[in-house]
């Protein structure tokens, strides 16, 4: 047990979309032993505009968020591979081309010490049940730009009662931000693809650790009459690891 604070932004796709992502994440830094607390006045980190090409306007969106975040002591853990990737590598140069040095500099220091949620619960002995057959999906932000393959995995298989269902794990799904939106007709093709990988594995749930990436998969797989729960893994841990 731990008895460090930690910083939760739940990042505004969680509360927008799937608000109870963000309370599961706080109950199950409690239980490690971790003093958590929300950065106030948090709300967006910019990636939509940052990923159409508008540097000065993402950097506006972020600017309230980078403000709460810096001001905030200890680790900052964020629920989402591409929400954590956007303050940890691109937060610098997006300030810097927005023409906002002070926050570049902020910004900088604070990379260090934002962590995506499985790299922070990835630390500790996880004790709890799980009894279900899992395809775990791997976001390209965290796989590709974090390099985060092997915390949510072994979160994932230090579970009771998880068998994990081979599938094109780590196979974009297509939901890609901006992308499904400006280009829908192959982002259904690409979720399809995945979805089609599992090839009769027939899982109890597909988990991972981006709520977009698992809302456009779950969009998809209810479209196509595939009953299969599809869950955060903070919201698994959780009920994993409830008392009684």
């Not at 729960?229 to 009920?239: G, I, P």
Request: charged content about 25%; aromatic content about 4%; some cysteine.
């Amino acid at each position: 047990m731990t008895e460090a604070s930690v910083v939760l932004f739940p990042t505004c796709v969680v509360e927008a979309v799937r608000p109870a992502v963000g309370r599961a994440a706080r109950r199950v830094l409690e239980r490690l032993g971790y003093r958590v607390r929300e950065a106030r006045r948090a709300t967006c980190c910019g990636q939509p505009a940052w990923n159409a090409g508008f540097a000065a306007e993402a950097a506006r969106v972020a600017a309230t968020t980078c403000d709460a975040l810096a001001r905030a002591d200890g680790v900052v853990c964020v629920p989402s591979g591409s929400c954590t990737t956007m303050i940890r590598l691109y937060w610098p140069e997006m300030f810097r081309l927005a023409g906002d040095p002070g926050r570049a500099d902020a910004a900088a220091a604070l990379a260090g010490r934002v962590r995506e949620f499985s790299e922070v619960v990835a630390g500790h002995r996880i004790a709890g049940r799980f009894d279900a057959a899992v395809a775990q999906h791997r976001s390209c932000h965290m796989t590709r730009e974090l390099g985060i393959v092997a915390q949510p995995a072994a979160v994932l298989d230090a579970l009771d009662g998880v068998r994990r269902v081979p599938w094109a794990e780590d196979l974009c799904c297509g939901f890609g931000g901006t992308f499904s939106i400006k280009q829908p007709e192959i982002a259904v093709a690409m979720a399809d693809a995945k979805i089609d990988s599992l090839q009769g594995a027939a899982p109890d749930a597909v988990v991972g650790c981006d709520q977009s990436c698992l809302a456009h998969l779950e969009g998809r797989m209810r479209r196509r009459g595939i009953g299969v729960a599809v869950r955060h893994l903070a919201e698994v841990l959780d009920e994993a690891m409830e008392p009684g």
